[in-house]
């Protein structure tokens, strides 16, 4: 079964820092990457997405991830954030093929950024 | 934008009671899911639909909880009876054909047992 650990649990950045949050993932066959965000007091929200092709994928609002095969790993980078970025943050692992695979989260790691 | 529409918000109800939870996907998303989040936790899937059917309800505590999805659109989760350990946000996310992959999530409905 494939699993998803994201290491860092909480992060605490002042604003302009660099991020970078961890995501390793488990399965040996093709997968689909995710990054998820949750801002406080909203849902869910896709940030970006690796399928195929170029391993450095760009999302919204500046974030970016990096898909490294030999690593398992989809780690998310912003070069500066800001206040506003403080939210929860989920790396996702789709596996398997057609409408019958399964979505696996990790835990998540909760960003605060301050001023 | 369209969007995941969830009902109620917020839930708060005894052990021992029946609760149920409605989900409104995006129009034409053939693909319902259902996900519970653990304070502190991931989202685990609970169960899928592919239109009214059941693709996998794996994960789902069948003796106490069930969902339907009878005409392939709106889909409600019940869980009866309601025990503390049920506490958790209850998430709803839909995908559509053209990009089955991406899951788009409703507000979800915060589940109190008492």
């Known amino acids: 079964a494939q699993s998803v650990s994201q290491h860092n649990h909480h992060v605490i950045l002042s604003e302009a820092a660099s991020l970078e949050l961890g995501c390793n993932y488990s399965y040996g066959g093709t997968v689909n990457l995710f990054w998820y965000v949750q801002y406080p007091g909203q849902h869910l929200q896709l940030l970006l997405k690796y399928f195929s092709g170029d391993p450095l994928v760009k999302g919204i609002k500046g974030f970016e991830a990096e898909f490294i095969k030999s690593k398992f790993s989809f780690n998310l980078r912003k070069p500066s954030v800001q206040w506003s970025d403080t939210a929860e943050y989920f790396c996702?692992?789709?596996?398997?093929?057609?409408?019958?695979?399964?979505?696996?989260f990790g835990t998540g790691t909760r960003l605060q950024v301050t001023l | 934008e369209a969007e995941v529409a969830q009902s109620p918000r917020y839930k708060i109800t005894e052990k021992s009671q029946a609760v149920a939870f409605w989900c409104d996907p995006i129009s034409g998303h053939a693909t319902l899911y259902w996900y519970r989040q653990i304070l502190g936790q991931g989202p685990e899937l609970l169960v899928q639909f592919q239109d009214e059917s059941v693709v996998d309800d794996s994960q789902l505590p069948k003796d106490r909880f069930s969902a339907e999805r009878l005409k392939g659109v709106d889909s409600t989760l019940k869980i009866q009876p309601a025990e503390l350990g049920d506490s958790a946000m209850y998430l709803c996310a839909s995908s559509s054909g053209l990009d089955w992959e991406t899951q788009y999530f409703g507000p979800g409905t915060r589940l109190l047992v008492l």
């Open positions: 996702a692992v789709n596996a398997g093929t057609g409408t019958a695979s399964k979505l696996t």
